[in-house]
């Protein structure tokens, strides 16, 4: 029951800071649905985000449901966790250090019986956050936009063992949020009326991912495995809302509110392959190709531009000895990894780059079955060429990772 109202306790301190906070503080993030959320857990940023193939008994990977198979008998596995993201963005004028903090996940995961898996979770899944000032010469008005929002997604996944090497599984994810973007007109005369204009955008709706894993046992202490996933091409219910109105002196003069829309948003189709190599228990290498159909995107039938995405990941892990009971640092998991994309981001023609190396650490704690997971990652994105923002951030991420038993009676009391 301790354990119970400690999970409960958890999950109602996170959910009351998920809203709270600023993720992002990208102009980038005023396209589309935002800065996409694409790597979560610190353990897969430190393989600069490569998971498709990567299955633990000890983790849950909600990045390939069919990874749920992998649970021990009795357990029950838990993790959350956070970040801190320091970013510099430079134009060809101003050069400014902006920091961010936010909840990354909180998932379960836990076995149903020998050939059956689940995992439930909450991890975000896009956030938009940005202040951007223009100044038009012309009219003497200074052109101010806002945005702040996110959204979030809570899944449910399920997976099936069809045989020793190959399993099936599907996540089912519900998303949920808002996103906010404000518009502000300011003239230097002050007899002028200031224009501003809220635009509101909420949505909920489903969509489904489908995960296939094959692993393959090459001797005792030798695997290799061979991830997919995708997901449907989905419609998500929105609403959209916008106030317009002008202000003069502080005070309101006129308003004008649009009627309410309702509409749908086009999720394109993501789709990933991962391989692993498991090497004598010491080393994991892993690698992930991802592709995803941006050019398909639409917000009530606008497309806002986007190209198809792609990204390149892969990294390294070695553990000493994981079993060692003498020396504390051979059971530490060390990684490095690295990854280069291609947003959906472009601006006449150009697509944006994205490329980063990371490091990171999986830290068992003394005589317990918790276990710390750290990651830092140095990147790049963007360009000063064209006007554009350049973007060079570090983040660190931190998890915390308890595997619990259930249904064992004690045999003492």
């Given at each position: 029951m301790n354990k119970f109202l400690s999970i409960v306790i958890v999950f109602s301190a996170v959910i009351s800071n998920v809203y709270s906070q600023i993720a992002t503080s990208s102009p980038y993030s005023r396209f589309g649905l935002g800065e996409l959320q694409e790597s979560i857990l610190p353990q897969y940023n430190a393989f600069g985000g490569a998971s498709t193939a990567i299955?633990?008994?000890?983790?849950?990977?909600?990045?390939?449901?069919?990874?749920?198979?992998?649970?021990?008998?009795?357990?029950?596995?838990?993790?959350?966790?956070?970040?801190?993201?320091?970013?510099?963005?430079?134009?060809?004028?101003?050069?400014?250090?902006?920091?961010?903090?936010?909840?990354?996940?909180?998932?379960?995961?836990?076995?149903?019986?020998?050939?059956?898996?689940?995992?439930?979770?909450?991890?975000?899944?896009?956030?938009?956050?940005?202040?951007?000032?223009?100044?038009?010469?012309?009219?003497?008005?200074?052109?101010?936009?806002?945005?702040?929002?996110?959204?979030?997604?809570?899944?449910?996944?399920g997976a099936y063992a069809l045989s020793n090497s190959f399993s099936i599984g599907l996540n089912a994810s519900y998303l949920f949020g808002g996103l906010n973007r404000r518009k502000?007109?300011?003239?230097?005369?002050?007899?002028?009326?200031?224009?501003?204009?809220?635009?509101?955008?909420?949505?909920?709706?489903?969509y489904y991912e489908l995960g296939l894993l094959y692993e393959k046992?090459?001797?005792?202490?030798?695997?290799?495995?061979?991830?997919f996933l995708a997901n449907n091409n989905s419609l998500i219910r929105a609403k959209r809302s916008e106030i317009v109105f002008s202000e003069l002196d502080g005070e309101q003069q006129d308003i004008f509110v649009d009627d309410t829309e309702w509409g749908y948003i086009n999720l394109p189709r993501n789709t990933s392959c991962g391989i692993s190599y498991n090497k004598d228990k010491k080393w994991l290498l892993v690698a992930d190709y991802n592709l995803q159909d941006w050019a398909d995107y639409r917000m009530f039938d606008e497309s806002d531009n986007l190209a198809n995405s792609s990204r390149i990941s892969a990294g390294i892990q070695y553990t000493p000895d994981y079993n060692s009971v003498t020396k504390y640092y051979k059971r530490?998991?060390?990684?490095?990894?690295?990854?280069?994309?291609?947003?959906?981001?472009?601006?006449?023609?150009?697509?944006?780059?994205?490329?980063?190396?990371?490091?990171?650490?999986?830290?068992?704690?003394?005589?317990?079955?918790?276990?710390?997971?750290?990651?830092?990652?140095?990147g790049q994105r963007g360009t000063l060429?064209?006007?554009?923002?350049?973007?060079?951030?570090?983040?660190?991420?931190?998890?915390?990772?308890?595997?619990?038993?259930?249904?064992?009676?004690?045999?003492?009391?």
């Amino acid at each position: 029951m301790n354990k119970f109202l400690s999970i409960v306790i958890v999950f109602s301190a996170v959910i009351s800071n998920v809203y709270s906070q600023i993720a992002t503080s990208s102009p980038y993030s005023r396209f589309g649905l935002g800065e996409l959320q694409e790597s979560i857990l610190p353990q897969y940023n430190a393989f600069g985000g490569a998971s498709t193939a990567i299955t633990n008994s000890n983790s849950v990977n909600p990045n390939n449901p069919a990874t749920y198979t992998s649970f021990g008998p009795n357990s029950f596995l838990l993790s959350t966790g956070g970040w801190h993201q320091t970013t510099r963005m430079q134009n060809i004028n101003v050069d400014q250090i902006v920091n961010n903090n936010a909840f990354s996940h909180l998932i379960l995961g836990f076995p149903i019986n020998r050939k059956l898996g689940a995992s439930i979770g909450m991890i975000p899944f896009s956030n938009i956050g940005y202040e951007i000032n223009a100044r038009d010469n012309d009219y003497n008005a200074d052109m101010n936009y806002y945005g702040d929002g996110g959204i979030s997604n809570i899944y449910f996944g399920g997976a099936y063992a069809l045989s020793n090497s190959f399993s099936i599984g599907l996540n089912a994810s519900y998303l949920f949020g808002g996103l906010n973007r404000r518009k502000q007109l300011v003239y230097d005369d002050d007899s002028f009326l200031t224009s501003k204009s809220n635009s509101k955008i909420n949505l909920k709706g489903y969509y489904y991912e489908l995960g296939l894993l094959y692993e393959k046992m090459i001797n005792e202490n030798d695997a290799f495995s061979i991830g997919f996933l995708a997901n449907n091409n989905s419609l998500i219910r929105a609403k959209r809302s916008e106030i317009v109105f002008s202000e003069l002196d502080g005070e309101q003069q006129d308003i004008f509110v649009d009627d309410t829309e309702w509409g749908y948003i086009n999720l394109p189709r993501n789709t990933s392959c991962g391989i692993s190599y498991n090497k004598d228990k010491k080393w994991l290498l892993v690698a992930d190709y991802n592709l995803q159909d941006w050019a398909d995107y639409r917000m009530f039938d606008e497309s806002d531009n986007l190209a198809n995405s792609s990204r390149i990941s892969a990294g390294i892990q070695y553990t000493p000895d994981y079993n060692s009971v003498t020396k504390y640092y051979k059971r530490v998991d060390y990684r490095f990894g690295g990854s280069y994309s291609n947003t959906p981001l472009q601006f006449d023609n150009r697509q944006l780059i994205e490329k980063s190396i990371s490091f990171g650490f999986g830290i068992p704690v003394k005589k317990s079955r918790t276990k710390y997971d750290f990651s830092c990652t140095l990147g790049q994105r963007g360009t000063l060429e064209g006007k554009l923002i350049k973007e060079q951030f570090i983040r660190l991420g931190l998890s915390v990772s308890y595997d619990g038993i259930w249904f064992v009676k004690r045999k003492y009391d």
